[in-house]
C-alpha cells in the first residue's frame, strides 16, 4: 500500500501512492459525515434525512430550510475552509522548520494577529472587520520580522526560526496583556472573546472570501510541494540539486503566512490544528513528503469534530470552538511528548 504506482497517460504520466489516496478519501468522507451531524446539531435538532431534504430543497418543513441554509451551511463551510487551511499551513511549517511542534505559533503570527486585533479594540474600539485586518496586517508583520531576525548569514535555519518565533512571542504575549489590564471591563470581554476563537454567526460573508483566498493560495503550495519534499533533505543537499533554498523556503513562509491569515480573518485564532492535522496525517499514510492535502483534509476533520463536540458538551456547555481546540489539542501534545522523546 506505501508504493508509488504510476498511470501513464498521452503526453506525460501521474504518480500517486493508494494508501496515501485511500486515506484522504476516508477522510473526505468522514468530513462529510461530521457536516451532516453539524447541519442537524443546535437548539432546533433535525434528522440527517431533514437535513438532506433541506439541501435539496425538497423539504416540507420552511423553518428547517432556513435555518440549514441561511445559519448551518455557512458555519460548516467555514470550519471545513478553515480547518484545511490550517491544517496545509501546519504541514508547510513543520517541514520549513524540520520540527514537529512547528506550527503558526513558532513564527509569532498567531500572538501578532492577536496584538493587532487587542490594540484596534483596547485603544480604538473597532468594529469586527477593522478588528480582523488589524490581526491580519499584525500577523503577518510579524511572521516578517521573525523571519528577518532567524536570518544569519543568508539563511535562516529551522530550529534558529522557531527559537526568534518563541522569543517574539513571549514579548507580544506580555504586551498583550498589558493591553488587556488597559481598557475597561467590556472592552477586555470582546478581546477575550474574539481571542477565543468563534464560529457562531458565521455568514457566506465569511466562506466567499476564505474559499477564494485558498482558491488563489493552494495551488502555489502544490505546485512547490517538491521543493519543500528536497529541502527536507537539508539544505546542503537542496542546493545541490538546484533549489534556492533561501527563496523557497520564504516563498512557503509566506504561503502558510497566507493560508493562517485566511483562516484567522474567518474564525479568529484557532489553536492546535496546525500543529496536530499534519502529525495525524503523516501517522495515517506512513508517506514520505510534506502531507499537504491529507493534512487539509485531516485538519478539517478535526475543526468540525471540535465543533460537534463543543455543541454536545454536557451541562450545555457551548464552548468556543477556539478553546475546545486547546483542550483536544493540549491532550494530544502530551501525548506526543510523551511518546517521542527526541522533541
Known amino acids: 500500500m506505501n508504493t508509488t504506482k504510476v498511470i501513464r497517460l498521452r503526453g506525460g504520466s501521474v504518480l500517486f501512492r493508494p494508501r496515501v489516496l485511500l486515506v484522504c478519501l476516508i477522510l473526505a468522507t468522514v468530513a462529510l459525515l461530521l457536516g451532516v451531524l453539524l447541519l442537524g446539531t443546535g437548539t432546533l435538532p433535525f434528522t440527517p434525512g431533514e437535513v438532506a431534504s433541506s439541501l435539496l430543497g425538497s423539504g416540507d418543513n420552511p423553518t428547517a430550510q432556513r435555518i440549514i441554509q441561511r445559519v448551518r451551511v455557512p458555519r460548516v463551510l467555514t470550519a471545513m475552509l478553515v480547518g484545511a487551511a490550517l491544517g496545509m499551513a501546519g504541514s508547510i511549517f513543520q517541514s520549513i522548520s524540520r520540527n514537529a511542534l512547528?506550527?503558526?505559533?513558532?513564527?509569532?503570527?498567531?500572538?501578532?494577529?492577536?496584538?493587532?486585533?487587542?490594540?484596534?479594540?483596547?485603544?480604538?474600539?473597532?468594529?469586527?472587520?477593522?478588528?480582523?485586518?488589524?490581526?491580519?496586517?499584525?500577523?503577518?508583520?510579524?511572521?516578517?520580522?521573525?523571519?528577518?531576525?532567524?536570518?544569519?548569514?543568508s539563511a535562516s535555519g529551522g530550529y534558529r526560526l522557531v527559537l526568534v518565533g518563541i522569543g517574539v512571542g513571549a514579548m507580544l504575549s506580555g504586551l498583550n496583556t498589558v493591553l488587556?489590564?488597559?481598557?475597561?471591563?467590556?472592552?477586555?470581554?470582546?478581546?477575550?472573546?474574539?481571542?477565543?476563537?468563534?464560529?457562531?454567526?458565521?455568514?457566506?460573508?465569511?466562506?466567499?472570501?476564505?474559499?477564494?483566498?485558498?482558491?488563489?493560495?493552494?495551488?502555489?503550495?502544490?505546485?512547490?510541494?517538491?521543493?519543500?519534499?528536497?529541502?527536507?533533505?537539508?539544505?546542503?543537499?537542496?542546493?545541490?540539486?538546484?533549489?534556492?533554498?533561501?527563496?523557497?523556503?520564504?516563498?512557503?513562509?509566506?504561503?502558510?503566512?497566507?493560508?493562517?491569515?485566511?483562516?484567522?480573518?474567518?474564525?479568529?485564532?484557532?489553536?492546535?490544528?496546525?500543529?496536530?492535522?499534519?502529525?495525524?496525517?503523516?501517522?495515517?499514510?506512513?508517506?514520505?513528503?510534506?502531507?499537504?492535502?491529507?493534512?487539509?483534509?485531516?485538519?478539517?476533520?478535526?475543526?468540525?469534530?471540535?465543533?460537534?463536540?463543543?455543541?454536545?458538551?454536557?451541562?450545555?456547555?457551548?464552548?468556543?470552538?477556539?478553546?475546545?481546540?486547546?483542550?483536544?489539542?493540549?491532550v494530544y501534545l502530551l501525548w506526543l511528548l510523551g511518546r517521542n522523546r527526541r522533541i
Open 180 to 330: 488587556l489590564v488597559m481598557g475597561d471591563l467590556d472592552q477586555a470581554m470582546s478581546a477575550q472573546l474574539w481571542l477565543a476563537g468563534s464560529l457562531n454567526t458565521r455568514t457566506w460573508s465569511h466562506v466567499l472570501p476564505a474559499a477564494l483566498g485558498l482558491l488563489l493560495i493552494v495551488p502555489l503550495a502544490i505546485h512547490h510541494a517538491r521543493r519543500m519534499d528536497i529541502l527536507e533533505m537539508g539544505d546542503d543537499t537542496a542546493s545541490q540539486l538546484g533549489v534556492d533554498v533561501e527563496s523557497s523556503r520564504l516563498l512557503m513562509v509566506m504561503t502558510a503566512v497566507g493560508m493562517t491569515a485566511i483562516a484567522t480573518a474567518a474564525a479568529g485564532p484557532i489553536a492546535f490544528i496546525a500543529l496536530a492535522a499534519p502529525q495525524l496525517a503523516r501517522r495515517l499514510t506512513a508517506a514520505s513528503g510534506v502531507p499537504l492535502a491529507s493534512a487539509a483534509l485531516m485538519g478539517a476533520v478535526l475543526l468540525l469534530g471540535a465543533d460537534l463536540a463543543s455543541q454536545r458538551f454536557p451541562w450545555q456547555l457551548n464552548l468556543p470552538i477556539g478553546l475546545a481546540t486547546g483542550i483536544l489539542g493540549g
Open 102 to 153: 512547528g506550527s503558526p505559533d513558532i513564527i509569532g503570527f498567531t500572538t501578532g494577529a492577536a496584538s493587532g486585533a487587542i490594540v484596534q479594540i483596547i485603544l480604538c474600539d473597532a468594529g469586527p472587520l477593522a478588528t480582523s485586518m488589524a490581526a491580519l496586517a499584525a500577523g503577518v508583520c510579524t511572521a516578517v520580522l521573525v523571519y528577518l531576525l532567524a536570518l544569519k548569514g
